[in-house]
């Protein structure tokens, strides 16, 4: 991230405005543990009165204040400075200070003291702090904004996607009750179309959870060797009810000896959401068939299937959160729409990506990268 941020200087010494405006304008204060490269545009102010029409004219980020001025006083213009929202980041510049004052300047919301005589080495060190301390601040902003729209998308969808199952099983349960239904079969087919709404409920409660806390960090992250043949394998068996089902072949083929340092429900979780929708979205009679394969570091994972396949516009958008493609085909396809975005969040923990490739009418192919050896410490079953 490259970004200019806006420094307003006051002091009624024009050498200091001056030199201080001249040290911070050639000066760029690269962070790269956040990914942050930060310039600077200066102004200055040599009264108090100057530096409130500043204030107000364009709010700056950083304000270097003198404590002392003409006509209104440094912790003026510091409470002038506080009421702006979001409030201006101060450091006080000064060359002396009672102990009353900088306990007032300290609660009024002072940053940082500059002393007076200061080295152009001194300025850049407290600036740079106060740049720091800013973008960590506004970043945690960002997030907590973007986890409140989260927060409240997840409660949206929850309620749009539970109101209609929730009615339908009432309905059922209704007829049950008031003797509409009374035959044996017609009884057992209520009740089979009631448990597949409570079923797809809970899968959508589930998916929900596994979506907040991957964002959470909540989940306990415990690393082993995992072979990602064998574990291919174990999902496909348990869903091998649902393949039959449609008269499915599924196979899988590549580099059967493959393995992952990696969480093993997290691996559990992406091929179960990619065999799933394999086999929800393929036709009677068709295949899926995945490949394991590496290329460099990169481990990959391929699920292909002979379904209905995406237009490019459809797969643009598979990956976001609770996108379902609906169309003729897959109008009665149940799901919540956040199993992909699950599988690509999780290939960004291992650096890695989720992709897919498809026609219309031809199936598609879905593509996980993983790198091959995480960071983080392996912890041995």
């Keep these: 991230m490259s970004e200019q941020l806006r420094v307003l200087v006051v002091d ?9 405006a001249r040290v911070l304008e050639r000066f760029v204060a690269s962070f790269p543990d956040i990914a942050a490269e930060i310039s600077y545009e200066v102004k200055t102010a040599a009264t108090g009165e100057a530096a409130v029409e500043c204030l107000r004219e364009a709010t700056p980020d950083i304000l270097l204040l003198d404590l ?48 007076k005589p200061f080295t152009p080495n001194e300025i850049k060190a407290v600036v740079r702090r106060a740049t720091r301390d800013l973008i960590l601040s506004r970043q945690a902003q960002k997030l907590a904004a973007e986890q409140r729209r989260t927060r409240f998308e997840l409660i949206r969808v ?8 929730l009615g339908a099983v009432e309905g059922y349960l209704s007829s049950i009750l008031d003797g509409v239904v009374s035959d044996e079969e017609t009884l057992h087919r ?28 909540m989940k306990a992250r415990v690393f082993t060797q995992v072979q990602l043949a064998e574990l291919a394998h174990e999902c496909m068996e348990a869903l091998r009810p649902q393949a039959e089902a449609k008269k499915l072949v599924m196979e ?18 992406v091929l179960n959401n990619l065999l799933t ?15 394991l394969g590496k290329h460099d570091d990169m481990l990959e994972l391929a699920v292909r299937d002979s379904g209905f396949g995406l237009t490019r516009a459809e797969a643009a958008k598979l990956f976001n959160d609770f996108v379902r493609i609906k169309n003729a085909k897959t109008r009665g396809i149940e799901g919540s729409g956040l199993g992909l975005a699950t599988v690509k969040r999780i290939a960004g ?12 009418d031809k199936g598609s192919t879905f593509t996980v990268t993983l790198r091959s050896e995480p960071p983080e410490k392996v912890v041995q079953p």
């Design 349 to 360: 923990l291992y650096h890695g990506d989720a992709s897919v490739s498809s026609e219309p």
């Design 68 to 115: 002392k001025l003409p006509g209104i006083g440094g912790l003026d213009v510091l409470r002038e400075a506080r009421a702006l929202e979001p409030p201006v980041l101060t450091i006080m510049i000064t060359a002396y200070a009672s102990v009353t004052t900088a306990v007032e300047a300290t609660r009024g919301g002072t940053f940082d003291f500059l002393p």
């Design 252 to 269: 899988i083929g590549g580099a059967l000896d493959l393995s992952l340092v990696a969480v093993r429900a997290e691996m559990e979780i």
């Design 190 to 217: 209520v009740v089979t179309r009631s448990i597949a709404r409570i079923q797809g409920m809970r899968q959508l409660i589930m998916d929900l959870l596994d979506v907040t806390r991957l964002e959470a960090g």
């Design 12 to 20: 009624d010494e024009e050498g200091i405005r001056l030199g201080v």
């Design 158 to 165: 929850l309620v749009h996607e539970l109101k209609a199952p």
């Design 277 to 291: 929708n394999a086999i929800k979205y393929n036709r009677e009679g068709g295949q899926v068939h995945v490949t």
